[in-house]
């Protein structure tokens, strides 16, 4: 009896739902929100106004690297619904994944150096960004061991295929 691995259409394909779900919403976030919100903050703070084009174009970037890292993973659950996410493919994704966590967390970080040096925004955006900054780190961190733990499946793999 030979065992064929479980790839879970269905939870690929809801995932795949979401993951278009996320995109929408991000998408408008990125055309309507985010200009409107820095537009009224200008607004309503204009001795903070100079910062209008800077933020907005920061929180632009932010949401390009989520999208980005959302299509990294739509293409790695592709590899995963026909049974490939065990190639050099799979790297490339994760790779891709890693740097946008990356570089997401350091635009938060450049965020919270400039509110801390220049003393914007309530208490609570300090205590934010922090969190975000912790949290990027951290899933940074977990994404260069699960690309650890693909290359080790990836060559005990490659290893079975060779002696079979």
Known sequence: ???????HPTAIRTLKAL?????????????????????DFAANAPEFAYLHWP?????????????????AIWRLLSLTASSSVFSDAAFRWVGLIIGCISFDTALVIGLL??????????PILVIALTI?????????????????????????????????
């Open 19 to 39: 993951m278009a779900l996320l995109l929408a919403i991000a998408a408008a976030i990125q055309i309507w929100l985010l200009p409107a919100i820095s537009a």
């Open 55 to 71: 933020y907005l174009i920061v929180c632009e970037l932010l949401m390009v690297g989520f999208d980005v890292a959302l299509i």
């Open 1 to 7: 009896m030979t065992s064929t691995p479980q790839t």
């Open 132 to 164: 975000l900054t912790v949290v990027g780190t951290a899933l940074t961190l977990l994404m260069i061991v699960m690309r650890g733990l693909l290359a080790a499946a990836t060559a005990q793999r490659e290893e079975l295929e060779a002696v079979i």
């Open 113 to 122: 150096a400039h509110n801390l040096v220049a003393s914007l925004g309530p």
